[in-house]
């Protein structure tokens, strides 16, 4: 489902059943005389139909984390908010850059349309921006020819199963993050998918590497070993960006989760 186009159809019904009844309809009304039902109803939405798909389409929005690709940073059940414009204005439903704000920045937690399938989002973090090469290998991360800090910080335990991965501090751009790394699991790169400039990385036995082209991030979640990333389905399109992810506003589990994040 489409939700960014269904609230669009439904503003733009609203706003034609409010510009009716206020511009046509009440000057041939007699007075005192109440206008249909279904025009005072339409009539009556099209304000706050307006403002949430304002909000919604160039502010903030919601999402809910449905995996645990992200874990530990962000948890299945999560409540996110996704600033819609500090990657620049897009059109609704569209999606097409109109102005440009800012671009992506590496350790940037992202919010993205599925290349694969555009109808699904995603959340993963940016590990590598147009021209990097970025390597993955014996579960190590080297961009530009440069390892990537990485010390470790204890273990995580995961609730639901447990049992205990180990944690690591990443520091990736300008800031610090958690992330899991499990030692028993290969470092090759398993059901790599066909995608588009797949002819910009090597697969080995030891993991990848890759060239980001133009217009294009490399991504990866922070549960390394759990994560379906660019590893396996390729790079992330600009035209795909939805927005960065900075706000965890509710998880009906852990009230204390709720604040900002790395």
């Known amino acids: 489902m489409n939700f960014a186009l269904i609230l669009f159809l439904l503003l733009v019904v609203t706003a034609v059943l409010w510009a ?5 309809a009440r000057k041939r009304r007699a007075p005192g005389e109440p206008s249909p039902w279904w025009v005072e109803y339409g009539a009556s939405f099209f304000p706050v139909i307006l403002i949430v798909f304002v909000l919604r389409s160039f502010i903030v929005e919601p999402f809910k984390i449905p995996s645990g690709s992200m874990i530990p940073t962000l948890l299945v059940g999560d409540f996110i908010l996704v600033n819609k414009w500090t990657y620049g204005i897009r059109l609704p439903v569209l ?3 109109i102005v440009p704000l ?16 555009p109808s699904l989002d995603y959340i993963k973090r940016v590990v590598g921006v147009p021209g990097d090469r970025v390597e993955y290998l014996n579960k190590r991360l080297t961009i530009n020819g440069e390892e990537v800090s990485v010390q470790r910080d204890g273990d995580y335990l995961h609730t639901d199963r447990m049992y ?9 751009g300008e800031s610090q993050h958690q992330l899991l790394i499990e030692n028993d699991a290969p470092a090759y790169v398993p059901q790599v998918m066909d995608f588009p400039f797949r002819d910009q990385c090597t697969y080995t036995s030891a993991g990848v590497r890759c060239t980001v082209p133009e217009g294009h991030y490399f991504v990866m979640g922070d ?3 759990a994560s379906s990333d660019s590893r396996v389905w390729g790079f992330v399109p600009d035209e795909n960006i939805v927005g960065r992810a900075f706000f965890i506003w509710f998880n ?3 009230m204390k989760r709720i604040g900002g994040f790395n």
């Open 20 to 24: 009716a009844d206020r511009f046509f």
């Open 95 to 97: 999606n097409k850059k």
């Open 102 to 117: 800012g671009d992506p920045q590496r350790g940037d937690v992202m919010v993205f349309r599925y290349p694969a399938d």
């Open 164 to 172: 205990y991965s180990p944690r690591y501090v990443e520091k990736l």
């Open 223 to 225: 549960n390394r070993d």
């Open 252 to 254: 009906f589990s852990d």
